[in-house]
């Protein structure tokens, strides 16, 4: 099951500073919420005249700019969805290699660190935001001693993670958290120490995912998938599991 994998490899999270910094930025510039603004993100990132004109957006993130801001953050991760590139139900196949690396052992040495980052960078081109994948390539770059790289990478693993939790408070139908991947919202919660079990339709773009059993008794979050399907793919993604539909590993039911 992709979540409990998902969930076994982020144990390799938990002996950097990651989690320090990324609950100091929730706590400063992400503490307040943000909910995007199709409208005024597709228009703002085509304007050239634009702090947040998509190209140079995507140009300075990609070339490991730690100066982004939270709003910098906020039309860059948003933004992506109205990029051609935006493809969020493609399948992306080098995910399953990076599994495959990280459970040979219990360790990762410098072959597989190695292994990872080029498996890791294949997976960032189809999707640059991948929380979970950002946070391997972070543990891959602190076995080689990469310190540089570590740090460009914890950075946009935090303000990722923030910039999502910022776009509702994921505890009612009104305000979701809003993501362009399935895989993201999963993240999010196995970061906050909960896994994905299952997902519930509740509207056309809001669904409520289910948690697994928790000490802080917490039953679920809602998350906004719409964009998911703006470009309407001929083929759905859905797989009859015999009991249910499963999707990204998380069963789904109406």
Request: hydrophobic share 40%.
């Amino acid at each position: 099951m992709v979540i409990m994998r998902i969930k076994k490899s982020y144990r390799y999270l938990l002996s950097f500073a990651v989690i320090t910094l990324m609950c100091s930025v929730f706590h400063t510039a992400y503490g307040q919420m943000n909910v995007p603004d199709n409208d005024k993100i597709a228009a703002t990132i085509a304007d050239a005249t634009s702090p947040y004109y998509y190209p140079a957006l995507m140009l300075r993130y990609q070339a490991g700019d730690t100066t982004l801001t939270a709003q910098d953050y906020h039309y860059l991760y948003y933004g992506y969805a109205f990029q051609d590139k935006y493809q969020p139900l493609e399948p992306i196949i080098w995910t399953d290699d990076i599994y495959a690396v990280f459970e040979r052992g219990d360790t990762l040495d410098r072959e597989g660190a190695v292994e990872i980052l080029s498996l890791a960078k294949r997976v960032m081109d189809q999707d640059p935001f991948s929380p979970s994948n950002i946070n391997y390539m972070t543990y891959a770059y602190a076995i080689l001693g990469d310190t540089l790289n570590e740090r460009i990478s914890a950075d946009r693993f935090s303000k990722i993670a923030a910039t999502i939790e910022a776009s509702g408070s994921g505890l009612t139908e009104k305000s979701p958290w809003h993501v362009l991947w399935f895989s993201h919202a999963a993240d999010i919660m196995t970061i906050r120490g909960y896994e994905a079990v299952r997902r519930n339709i509740i509207s056309r773009s809001v669904e409520y995912v289910r948690v697994a059993p928790n000490d802080d008794n917490v039953k679920g979050f809602y998350v906004d998938y719409s964009r998911l399907y703006w470009k309407r793919p001929e083929t759905k993604p859905e797989v009859n599991s015999g009991s249910g539909f499963l999707l990204n590993g998380i069963k789904l039911k109406k």
